[in-house]
């Protein structure tokens, strides 16, 4: 099967490196994407928006045979919100969609558009501004290599409002592999019609896998985040 691996905001498709081996020796095909913008740290991203994202995305579904079945989306982070996009131009070419840290992004919705811009993009921000349960296991080493690797965000896609049509996105699987928060508090959200949670409550078919860890299980707990994705998606 063909796994697409989406990243969030500030990595590019080498932030999979340790996730795909697992994937591959099931045998799964992977596709770890660098969105537009992203190519490094000197590219110019200060015009591409969203959409742009959500295309590119697109394209790669489109560029596999129909005839070699549906593709798998895996999104991180903000990533799952392009997915979402992504599921919602075609539905009928997506088998299920695992949201890594994440979930769908409903009609107007942005990524965060409460993250400082600098020139049309938006950098790293100091760990101290993030919450405590984003950086859980994140030490160190793996921090000084995350900030070493980073790529500013293009601004658009993190404040760009979510357009969406066609809703037979509810129709395609779902699986929320659970990080920062356990399942148990997105059921509950989805209950309470919390606004991050009411898109996903519209999805007919959703599950849930557990995998306590800060808000980048491919650093912090790759091998484990390997195996949700295997036992979401099931065997070859």
């Not at 905001?9 to 799964?28: F, I, N, R, T």
Request: glycine share 8%; charged share 30%; net charge negative.
């Amino acid at each position: 099967m063909d796994l697409v691996l989406i990243p969030g905001l500030w990595l590019d498709g080498s932030s999979w490196d340790e996730v795909v081996p697992a994937l591959e020796q099931a045998g799964h095909r992977t596709h770890a994407l660098t969105l537009p913008g992203m190519e490094s740290k000197d590219a110019d991203r200060s015009e591409i928006t969203l959409r742009d994202h959500v295309d590119a995305v697109v394209e790669v579904i489109d560029s596999f045979d129909p005839a070699d079945g549906k593709v798998v989306l895996v999104g991180h982070s903000g990533g799952g919100a392009i997915a979402h996009a992504a599921v919602d131009a075609r539905p009928d070419r997506v088998a299920r969609v695992v949201y890594v840290d994440s979930e769908p992004l409903g009609e107007g919705g942005v990524i965060n558009d409460q993250l400082p811009v600098e020139n049309g993009e938006v950098p790293l921000q100091d760990w101290s501004l993030f919450e405590e349960e984003d950086l859980v296991d994140l030490d160190d080493e793996l921090r000084a290599a995350f900030r070493e690797r980073a790529i500013p965000s293009p601004a658009h896609v993190t404040s760009d409002p979510q357009q969406l049509f066609d809703e037979r996105r509810y129709d395609v699987p779902v699986t929320v592999i659970a990080c920062e928060f356990p399942s148990a508090m997105l059921r509950e959200w989805m209950e309470q019609g919390h606004p991050d949670a009411q898109e996903l409550a519209k999805i007919r078919d959703v599950d849930y896998i557990d995998l306590p860890t800060g808000h980048w299980p491919q650093f912090t707990r790759p091998k484990e985040l390997g195996r949700a994705i295997l036992a979401s998606i099931g065997p070859t």
